[in-house]
């Protein structure tokens, strides 16, 4: 999954240093940035690279820009701001824990999530939005605690629980349209359950820069990734090729799906609801002990 090719943008001494993943949704929402299309924006020098892969990026402060997971903002927010446009929060797109057919008599609804007490769980990132999401639901559902926790890249998830290797598995992106073609069953949908205790939409990818570059360029940064999504909106086509030469041989009907699901008004700009669900996130977090406490201050945009 990981690739650090550049996009085909020139490099140029002004230019800003970035890394997203190959998937969809940031390929699209970043097309006409790293194309020079943004009227009056340096093209960024663009690296790919799975999530986890951004996240130890940012812990060592190399890079000005990063999709990151939003677990990963308490540790980095001294050095990096989180920028109120670019990421990925949305309803109905929440992290699936997934069971394989042997799990218990191979139903769905005859599986009660304390089921996974002591089971082994597949999981992309222990510093990933969807392992934080888990282990606050699991809190409450799993009573007695988890078995082992297995990180493996995500695109190995899935196979790995059809074929017995762990109990269970814990998938994001285009999996929540795929997984039934492994055969596999959702035990649990982390997104539904958030959604349910909290009424907030889901934060999952958050786009940080360096608060070195001062309150004007990230100004302009945030400008410049907001033209970058509205203009993506405006005419998909465009960006098509770009998104298709890194999705990973997906299907092109199910790339869509994953960009109508992840790419939404959060997108173009976090808005009070966005800020809210991040304040949930690490409220509930912090209280559980998972996280460090985020004040509004360390939150809140400097441009």
């Excluded at 020098?45 to 190399?62: H, K, M, Q, S």
């Excluded at 446009?85 to 304390?114: I, K, M």
Aim: net charge negative; hydrophobic share 45%; proline share 7%.
């Amino acid at each position: 999954m990981t690739s650090t090719s550049p996009a085909p943008a020139p490099a140029s001494s002004s230019a800003l240093t970035i890394a997203y993943s190959p998937c969809p949704n940031d390929t699209f929402v970043f097309h006409a940035w790293a194309h020079g299309l943004v009227a009056g924006a340096v093209p960024p020098e663009v690296t790919f690279a799975d999530i986890d892969i951004t996240n130890g990026l940012a812990e060592r402060g190399e890079l000005d820009v990063l999709k990151i997971s939003y677990a990963q903002l308490p540790w980095i927010l001294d050095e990096y701001a989180l920028l109120p446009c670019g990421g990925a929060l949305g309803r109905g797109c929440g992290p699936l824990v997934l069971t394989g057919p042997n799990f218990s008599d191979g139903t769905e609804a005859s599986v009660d999530p304390s089921a996974l007490r002591g089971r082994t769980v597949a999981v992309p990132s222990e510093r990933s939005t969807a392992y934080l999401l888990f282990r606050l639901w699991a809190a409450q559902a799993v009573p007695g605690g988890l078995g082992e926790i297995v990180v493996m890249p995500f695109h190995e998830i899935m196979p790995a629980v059809r074929d017995g290797k762990v109990d269970a598995g814990l998938v994001i992106h285009e999996a929540r349209f795929t997984y039934q073609n492994y055969g596999l069953h959702c035990l649990a949908d982390m997104g539904e359950a958030w959604e349910t205790a909290t009424g907030l939409p889901i934060p999952l990818g958050a786009i940080v820069a360096k608060r070195s570059l001062g309150t004007e360029r990230l100004t302009a940064l945030a400008d410049a990734i907001r033209s970058s999504v509205r203009q993506a909106w405006a005419d998909p086509a465009l960006s098509r090729d770009y998104v298709m030469a890194h999705a990973q041989e997906m299907d092109p009907a199910v790339a869509d799906q994953h960009i109508g699901l992840y790419v939404n008004e959060f997108t173009e700009d976090l808005g009070e609801a966005g800020y809210a669900a991040v304040r949930g996130l690490f409220t509930r977090a912090a209280a559980e002990g998972l996280t460090p406490a985020i004040s509004d201050e360390a939150l809140s945009f400097p441009g």
